[in-house]
């Protein structure tokens, strides 16, 4: 049982009789900063070196001996404009003990290193004995909203936890298990469509992905609040992906189980969401599927018709995401919400486009894509629209059917698995659609290797200035 007097590593500590004076120092201000120290501190710091070069940790001792203060450095402004949770990088070197932040920050940048903070206390131990590693801890730095803070920590810990679970135990099963834990808590509700009910319920294409694997395919669906705007999020929930017939190689499969990130983002995002109470009428809409192999796999050169009525020749089992997606955007756009979002682990073309480290989207409502840049920025959240080309949309239609789920030539992929999924809205004015790459391929500061949370932060920042919150 968890000690009630221990906070969790994602949250803010109370302040103690202890407590420690945190300094977050940049180097234009170091040296007046120093000079109004008593001289055995600036003494101290010339010793170690101190420079306050960004992420630089000075621990400095009092005349007992003991902790008297911590200083952490901020760096200059070309290093502040290229780095992100610089507080959070330094948690790790501090000792551990309840820090009090003292700093000169504006509103916004606060509010991002005292995200870095909490998140540098995620840790993924599952799976490894013993208990973790101590850290260092922080009172709630004055003028921050530390309840929201600490509900946007625990929603990207959720992600990250539900990307970072291998396959073994993160099947269409326990996604939904996942789901129907997350609607307990925030007392939502919550359906499940499964197996061989996906087809008289007209999920055709996610049973036509996920019919090949052992573990049954299924539609999760949650529900919450009660008034407000309609905000409806859907989540590719592909829970480890082989490519299907078109098999992947061994060095493409390694990172599959990442295949849902999709689905854990809108997840983090939903927890945000709920645990804040925001007005709104919010559902979550998860295809959970695994793309497998067996006799009864969809196979190349097949033609599948959609919920919406629309065939697609499958010319890549590889190109499944899109395929689920499609129905579960298809029902979504029947409700007409007044927010559309989606959220895939889509293409590699994406990554060829921007890189690991940004969440390209794809809208037509240029409010949205404004509000989602000046968002991210803010956040340190990175985000970046990609275009939703008209001339690209021949790329496909096949002929032979309405829509081709793998149009040839690889140009423009990103932008015309973009397209396809936009076939299946047609009712909804204000749809987005991220095609996120769901993993930290190096280690960084709050971040580490592994799974993460993409446009997830943007959005919760956009949504209520787009939604009249």
Known sequence: MTDPDTPSPLAFARATAHTIPLHLVTAEDFAAWKDAQPAAVAAWLDTLGFMARLGQVASVPGPDGALALAVVGHGEAQDRARARFTLGGARGKLPTRVFALHHDLAPQPLAQEALGWCLAGYRYDRFRKGPAAALAELTAPEGLDAPRTQAIAAGEALTRDLINTPASHMGPAELEDAMRALA???????????????????????????????????????????????LTLVG???????????????????????????????????????????PVRLRVLVPAVENAVAGNAMRPGDILTARNGLSVEINNTDAEGRLVLADALSLADEETPDALICMATLTGAARVAVGPDIAPFFTRDTALSEALMRAGTDTGDPVWPLPLHPPYESLIEPGIADLDNAPSGGMAGASTAALFLHRFVTATPR???????????????????????????????????????
């Not at 500061?445 to 592994?450: F, I």
Request: glycine share 18%; with cysteine; aromatic share 6%.
């Open 184 to 230: 307990k808590v925030h007392g939502a509700e919550m359906q499940s469509v499964t197996g061989d009910a996906l087809l008289e319920a007209n999920f055709p294409l996610i049973h036509a992905v996920g019919r090949a694997s052992a573990r049954a395919p299924r539609l999760l669906d949650l529900r919450w609040g009660g008034h407000g705007p309609r």
């Open 236 to 278: 590719k929930g592909v829970c480890f992906d082989t490519g299907g017939l078109n098999l992947k190689p061994g060095a493409s499969m390694g990172l599959m189980k990442k295949d849902m990130g999709g689905a854990a983002t809108v997840m983090g995002l939903a927890q945000m969401i709920m645990a804040q109470g925001w």
């Open 431 to 469: 749809f987005v659609h991220f095609d996120i790459y769901g993993h930290q391929p190096k280690p960084a500061p709050a971040r580490p290797k592994g799974g993460v949370g993409q446009g997830a932060r943007a959005l919760h920042a956009a949504l209520p200035g787009v939604l009249g919150l």
